[in-house]
T-cell receptor, first 116, second 112 residues
Framework: DTGVSQDPRHKITKRGQNVTFRCDPI?????LYWYRQTLGQGPEFLTY????????KSRLLSDRFSAERPKGSFSTLEIQRTEQGDSAMYLC??????????????FGPGTRLTVT | GDSVTQMEGPVTLSEEAFLTINCTYTATGYPSLFWYVQYPGEGLQLLLK?????DKGSNKGFEATYRKETTSFHLEKGSVQVSDSAVYFCALIKAAGNKLTFGGGTRVLVKP
């Protein structure tokens, strides 16, 4: 069990550019979550997948944000036309699903985005 | 909507001191409650959890009791170590939902 991994760990981009982040969940975890954490705040839910289906999206996820999980394994989060307000840590978490694993989410180290 | 409120930090303590971090929540139904910890440079880790009223979660010397009457889930440790320096997050999840709702986090600094 290698844990949840995220790539890149850090990304600096200029305003208006597009960025894409990747999350690899723990093997065989069928639920995958994305959260955003701004400095000094707790993480906020963005969206989640059950296998390849995106089941819920937060109102925080504007039209510039899109997430995919094409084969039910890794996921990508893309932000188009980045704005300075997008600067944050983007966290990915996974859970095995099923009753025991339903509540326990395992987090990756995050991708820190800085928009200049 | 659901929300979690926890005491603001930073909390600065000496080694072997007693630690309490207050956490209260607002939610309909019967949420499960969690404490997560974030050590410097690392990802969030689940510290402990409680899934129903009066349950006590415990791990690594930390404890928290789910108090439905006061909608609270305060974190305590009797004797902190320097290695407990971290940011602690209280969170809830609804039985019928899938997303964690976090408090704002409390930074704890333990000095030798």
């Amino acid at each position: 069990d290698t844990g949840v991994s995220q790539d890149p760990r850090h990304k600096i981009t200029k305003r208006g550019q597009n960025v894409t982040f990747r999350c690899d969940p723990i093997s065989e975890h069928n639920r995958l979550y994305w959260y955003r954490q701004t400095l000094g705040q707790g993480p906020e839910f963005l969206t989640y997948f059950q296998n390849e289906a995106q089941l819920e999206k937060s109102r925080l996820l504007s039209d510039r944000f899109s997430a995919e999980r094409p084969k039910g394994s890794f996921s990508t989060l893309e932000i188009q036309r980045t704005e300075q307000g997008d600067s944050a840590m983007y966290l990915c978490a996974s859970t095995p699903g099923g009753r025991k694993g339903f509540y326990e989410q395992y987090f990756g180290p995050g991708t820190r985005l800085t928009v200049t | 909507g659901d929300s979690v409120t926890q005491m603001e930090g930073p909390v600065t303590l000496s080694e072997e001191a007693f630690l309490t971090i207050n956490c209260t929540y607002t939610a309909t139904g019967y949420p499960s409650l969690f404490w997560y910890v974030q050590y410097p440079g690392e990802g969030l880790q689940l510290l402990l959890k409680a899934t129903k009223a009066d349950d006590k979660g415990s791990n690594k010397g930390f404890e928290a009791t789910y108090r439905k009457e006061t909608t609270s889930f305060h974190l305590e440790k009797g004797s902190v170590q320097v290695s407990d320096s971290a940011v602690y997050f209280c969170a809830l999840i609804k039985a019928a939902g899938n997303k964690l709702t976090f408090g704002g986090g409390t930074r704890v600094l333990v000095k030798p």
